[in-house]
Structure formats: C-alpha cells, structure tokens
C-alpha cells in the first residue's frame, strides 16, 4: 500500500484549520520579558473556560464549608487576602482586563501543601501549605503570585487547545497514512508533545511574572528562592504543587536570576510604602 506523504508543515496548517487554534499573546512581557506566542483553540473560549472555573470554584468552596474546612481562620485568612490584594493590585503590568476579574481568595483547611488560581481569578490556599513551609509574607506572596501568573497567561486555556490539537491531529494524521494505530496513541503522544514540556514552559513563566508581581507589590522577590527550596525540601511526593515542575535546582537557579532582575521594582515599591 503506497502511504501520502505529510510534511510537518502541512500537518500545523491542517491542525490550524480543524481546531481554530490562532496566535495570542495573553499578557505583557513586564521586565521579566515573557513574551511567548501562544495558540488557543477557537472551540474553547476565555469566557467558557472562565464560567466551568467559576463553577468548580463554587463548588468546591460548598464542600470545604459542608466539611467545616472554609475560612476557619481569620487571621490566617486576612493575611492571605491582604497579600493576595497587593498582589492583584499589580496585575495590570500584564493585561489590564484582569484588574476587572472576579477576584476571589479563600483558604480551605487541608494538610494538602498547595495554592492555585482558576481562571477568572479565583485563589485558594491551602492551610497545610502554611503549617508545613511557615511562609514569610514575602514567600506567601511568591507562591500567591506564581498562582495568579498562570490565570493571567491563561495556561489552563491553552492546555486545553492543546489537548484538542494533539487528539484531532492524531485522527488526521492516521486517517491520512493509512495507520489506524497511529490515532490510538492519542493519550501517550499527547503527554509527550504537549504535556511535560508545556508544563515545564508554563510554570517558568508564571515564575517570572510571580516574582515581578512580588516585587511590584513591595515583597522581596528574591523570597521566592528560599520558598521553592523549603518546598523542594519536602519532595515532590508530599508536595502537590510541585509535581508538574521543573526539577528544584533548575527552577531555584532560574529564579535566582529573574528575582534579581525585579529588585528595582521592588525596591521602588518599598519607597511608596
């Protein structure tokens, strides 16, 4: 049987056409330089990824306040939300329609050590991230702002794309060769050529912006160095947030570099104060 042969150009331009996947860029560079193109599928849009996050949101807020694990600690709850609002404060260094989100911060009673943002905005840290680390409010708001960066950048939106490129393109791509084996890969390739590397993409820019967040709110960014090495401390296997990062001495040396290149930043915040 004679095969057609695909070129991996043709293959993009027949994703591009299937999927509606177009180039955006979500957010600004800020000084850290973050200025990735990156392709989202027109079959997902920012509104409907941000209403299923506002429905998860809500629901899992209703299941931490059925459990009595909701906000059970006012003053750890105002210290979060204080970090939380200087830090959204800065985020129209980055995309101004963010300032108008529906920002929402709660901390849910868990021994989980863990913090995320959903699209939209809506923050939550978890108690055991604060009773196993014991943060500085200048580690607390790393942590806090690298959550808040992968809500600006949209990365849940683009894994998603993603997602829907690798599956269909792999339908293609057996439906063009003849090779139906080829379209049964569809989960294994799909880890390979979008998961980890994005993943690892993903978390290094929301580092970047996470730092200049800080800074621009008058945390020391340089925080987010001893943060990550308390958190590596523990392993991957105790700490949730790390188990889709880049390996410890990578991202610490990274951020080595980013958070001093956003010391004048902070060091102007620090004067206003």
């Known amino acids: ?28 560079a800020g000084d850290v330089g973050v200025a990735r193109n990156q392709y989202m599928s027109g079959l997902v849009s920012e509104a409907q990824v941000e209403q299923a996050a506002a429905q998860q949101y809500a629901q899992t807020l ?33 995309r101004q329609d963010a300032a108008k989100w529906d920002w929402q911060v709660n901390v849910i009673s868990s021994d989980e050590v863990n913090a ?38 949209e990365h849940t939106r683009e894994q998603m794309s993603q997602q829907m490129a690798s599956n269909v393109g792999l339908s293609i791509l057996g439906a063009v060769t003849g090779n139906a084996a080829v379209a049964d890969l569809g989960g294994q390739l799909s880890q390979v050529m979008f998961g980890l590397p994005k993943s690892r993409q993903a978390e290094t820019e929301a580092d970047a912006i996470g730092v200049e967040l800080a800074a621009r709110a008058g945390y020391d960014p340089r925080a987010a160095v001893t943060l990550w090495q308390k958190m590596s401390s523990l392993g991957s296997g105790q700490v949730e947030i790390l188990s889709t990062h880049p390996s410890p001495a990578t991202r610490i040396n990274d951020l080595k570099v980013m958070s001093e290149k956003v010391v004048p930043a902070y060091e102007q915040a620090k004067g206003r104060r």
């Not at 059970?72 to 609002?85: E, H």
């Not at 840290?125 to 943060?135: H, M, S």
């Open 116 to 153: 995320w943002c959903m699209p939209g905005g809506r923050i939550a840290v978890y108690t055991g991230l604060i009773d196993r680390l014991k943060p500085s409010d200048d580690e607390l708001a790393a942590v806090i702002g690298h959550e808040i960066a992968h809500a600006l950048r």
């Open 62 to 94: 209703n299941e931490a306040r059925a459990g009595g694990a909701l906000n059970t600690n006012a003053a750890v709850v105002n210290r979060v939300r204080n970090i939380s609002q200087r830090l959204i404060a800065q985020v129209p260094a980055f």
């Open 1 to 28: 049987m004679k095969l057609r042969v695909v070129s991996r150009v043709a293959i993009p331009l027949m994703l591009a056409g299937v999927v509606g996947c177009t180039s955006v860029q979500t957010t600004g």
